[in-house]
Every structure is written in structure tokens, then in C-alpha cells.
T-cell receptor, first 114, second 113 residues
Framework: KNQVEQSPQSLIILEGKNCTLQCNYTVSPFSNLRWYKQDTGRGPVSLTIMTFSENTKSNGRYTATLDADTKQSSLHITASQLSDSASYICVVRAMKTSYDKVIFGPGTSLSVIP | SQTIHQWPATLVQPVGSPLSLECTVEGTSNPNLYWYRQAAGRGLQLLFYSVGIGQISSEVPQNLSASRPQDRQFILSSKKLLLSDSGFYLC????????????FGPGTRLTVT
């Protein structure tokens, strides 16, 4: 069964600190993996996309890693800011013969406090 | 540039009443369109997707239905709302390659009372 799991479920960190969010997936056949940021009451916005051949990708203070062998990804946030408070969703895209499909993780709720 | 609109932004409806949520996309043609529901503290659940006018695929059996009367219009409906229909409804679109980003609308917060 195609699944995406994320940990931790929620996280509280002090402003300026770093944090790492985890994503494990069992989606097959794998196409790509995206990390989305969803502010409260808003739609998700893509941060990074990782394909099978990519190990690391950065977008400002966000760095995503992918280990396709262990089917794990992480999102590292450096020097956190109050505006980083949001839900971070790992989304894995699978390939199927008739249509393509995305599987959403449950998200990690991050709170950055002063 | 492409934009995606959803309305209304918030909606409070009694149990048993009908529902119509609308999503429109601008600046693109023949997008794949999606309706998701996000319950409080939960992940996104795919409800319907459409690859073209009049083409609707349902992922989860329920009392909701979807229609795509025009290329860039996607409507989510219900004849009789249930309490369990409360949630945050998101419309999304994607164009072409599977590596393309899925863009989400601002969402509609539905509360069924």
C-alpha cells in the first residue's frame, strides 16, 4: 500500500534554532517527492522537489535530502524564523499506467517561538 | 501568470443542506484539476480529479460529487451535507509533466452545523 509517514507530528523550537523534519514513504514506483509549506488557513506551497537521482536540494534556509534506497527524506530548516511556523507536508508522486497520483503525508506542525 | 481562485472562502451550512464550491484557474489550458479535503490536524485527502472537461474520477465514495463544465472550472457539490463533511477544501491544478508543481488554491473552510 502506498503510504507517506512524517515525524514528528508537531515540533516547537526557539527562533534562530535549526530543525529537521522526517518523511518515510512506501510509494512505488517512485517518481518524485516534494516538500510543501502550508500556512494556517492557506493552500500548500511547494518548497522543493526531489527526483530519484537527487540527494540534496536547497531553497534558501530549507534543505531537503532524499535517500531513495531507504525511501526516506528530510527537510532541514536553518536559523528558523517566526514565519516558518506552519505545517510541512511531504508529498510523493507515484507513476501509474492510467494516471499519475500524489500521496500526501499527514504533515508536521512546526511552531517557532521567540 | 497562472492563478487559481476558490469561493467562498468560508461557509457555514446546516446538515442536510446542499453545497456548491467553485474553483477556477486562469492563465493555463487543459490543466489536471483536483479537489482535496483536509480535516483538522489531518493530511490532505484526494476527493476527485479531472483530466479534462466532463472527465471526473472519484477517489473516495461519499455524498459529494464533482463536475467540470469548462476547461478551467471545477465544481464540488453535495445534495445533502453531513456533519463529517466539515473541513478545509482545497482545489489544485497541475499542467503536463509529473514533475510539475501542483498549485493549490486558497481553500474554503466549510463548517456543517
Amino acid at each position: 500500500k502506498n503510504q507517506v509517514e512524517q515525524s514528528p507530528q508537531s515540533l516547537i523550537i526557539l527562533e534562530g534554532k535549526n530543525c529537521t523534519l522526517q518523511c518515510n514513504y512506501t510509494v512505488s514506483p517512485f517518481s518524485n517527492l516534494r516538500w510543501y509549506k502550508q500556512d494556517t488557513g492557506r493552500g500548500p506551497v511547494s518548497l522543493t522537489i526531489m527526483t530519484f537521482s537527487e540527494n540534496t536540494k536547497s531553497n534558501g534556509r530549507y534543505t531537503a535530502t532524499l535517500d531513495a534506497d531507504t525511501k526516506q527524506s528530510s527537510l532541514h530548516i536553518t536559523a528558523s524564523q517566526l514565519s516558518d511556523s506552519a505545517s510541512y507536508i511531504c508529498v510523493v508522486r507515484a507513476m501509474k499506467t492510467s494516471y499519475d497520483k500524489v500521496i500526501f503525508g499527514p504533515g508536521t506542525s512546526l511552531s517557532v517561538i521567540p | 501568470s497562472q492563478t487559481i481562485h476558490q469561493w467562498p472562502a468560508t461557509l457555514v451550512q446546516p446538515v442536510g443542506s446542499p453545497l456548491s464550491l467553485e474553483c477556477t484557474v486562469e492563465g493555463t489550458s487543459n490543466p489536471n484539476l483536483y479537489w482535496y479535503r483536509q480535516a483538522a490536524g489531518r493530511g490532505l485527502q484526494l476527493l476527485f480529479y479531472s483530466v479534462g472537461i466532463g472527465q471526473i474520477s472519484s477517489e473516495v465514495p461519499q455524498n459529494l460529487s464533482a463536475s467540470r463544465p469548462q476547461d478551467r472550472q471545477f465544481i464540488l457539490s453535495s445534495k445533502k451535507l453531513l456533519l463529517s463533511d466539515s473541513g478545509f477544501y482545497l482545489c489544485a491544478w497541475i499542467l503536463g509533466s509529473t514533475h510539475n508543481e501542483q498549485y493549490f488554491g486558497p481553500g474554503t473552510r466549510l463548517t456543517v452545523t
